[in-house]
T-cell receptor, first 115, second 116 residues
Framework: AQTVTQSQPEMSVQEAETVTLSCTYD???????LFWYKQPPSRQMILVIR??????QNATENRFSVNFQKAAKSFSLKISDSQLGDAAMYFC????????????FGTGTLLAVQP | DGGITQSPKYLFRKEGQNVTLSCEQN?????MYWYRQDPGQGLRLIYY???????QKGDIAEGYSVSREKKESFPLTVTSAQKNPTAFYLC???????????????FGAGSRLTVL
């Protein structure tokens, strides 16, 4: 079965500190995309960052970066200089299915940011 | 502004009734998706459509139906056969092109369905 696993149901970080959210996945494909989405209390899903599996360089978007370990099938998200607005549910996701390009999600990590 | 509009935002249904959730996008995206979100289970795929007049079942399609008569519209009907329909429903669309922003799902704001 194609799965995405987030082993941390909840995390907490102090404002201005750094936190890392973990994600592992299962795949038999060599080319695919990985994503982190953020869902704040408004429940609107917002793309945080995207990684293409054929690229060795880790993606970065301002304070957000990933550690992509293809052989280990690991895709963690690092949030630097955490801000109160970063508090949200974070979902790791992967496209699979070749031409069908279905996106499957992990169960999410709820991040709290302490002032 | 381009985006995805879901309606209604909140919906209440009595047991045995069918309800239809609307999803409209003006992003000119080919592919559209419906996900269901329950606490502790992330998002699960109900149905998806890659082109007009074509759609496929996702992982939890039982008790749901869809249509794709127009590129911009992908309504979801929750039928009385769905045993536990109370959930948050998210519609999304995707550009299938080859440019750098492709393969990113854009989501609507969601619809909350409660069965009384």
């Amino acid at each position: 079965a194609q799965t995405v696993t987030q082993s941390q149901p909840e995390m907490s970080v102090q404002e201005a500190e750094t936190v890392t959210l973990s994600c592992t996945y299962d795949t038999s494909e060599s080319d695919y995309y990985l994503f982190w989405y953020k869902q704040p209390p408004s429940r609107q899903m917002i793309l945080v960052i995207r990684q293409e599996a054929y690229k060795q360089q880790n993606a970065t978007e301002n304070r957000f970066s990933v550690n992509f370990q293809k052989a280990a099938k690991s895709f963690s998200l690092k949030i630097s200089d955490s801000q109160l607005g970063d508090a949200a549910m974070y979902f790791c996701a992967r496209i699979y299915g070749g031409a069908t390009n279905k996106l499957i999600f992990g169960t999410g990590t709820l991040l709290a940011v302490q002032p | 502004d381009g985006g995805i509009t879901q309606s209604p935002k909140y919906l209440f249904r009595k047991e045995g009734q069918n309800v239809t959730l609307s999803c409209e996008q003006n992003l000119n995206h080919d592919a559209m998706y419906w996900y269901r979100q329950d606490p502790g289970q992330g998002l699960r795929l109900i149905y998806y459509s890659q082109i007009v007049n074509d759609f496929q079942k996702g992982d939890i399609a039982e008790g749901y139906s869809v249509s794709r008569e127009k590129k911009e519209s992908f309504p979801l009907t929750v039928t009385s056969a769905q045993k536990n329909p109370t959930a948050f429903y998210l519609c999304a669309s995707r550009d299938r092109g080859r440019w750098s922003g492709a393969n990113v799902l854009t989501f609507g704001a969601g619809s909350r369905l409660t069965v009384l």
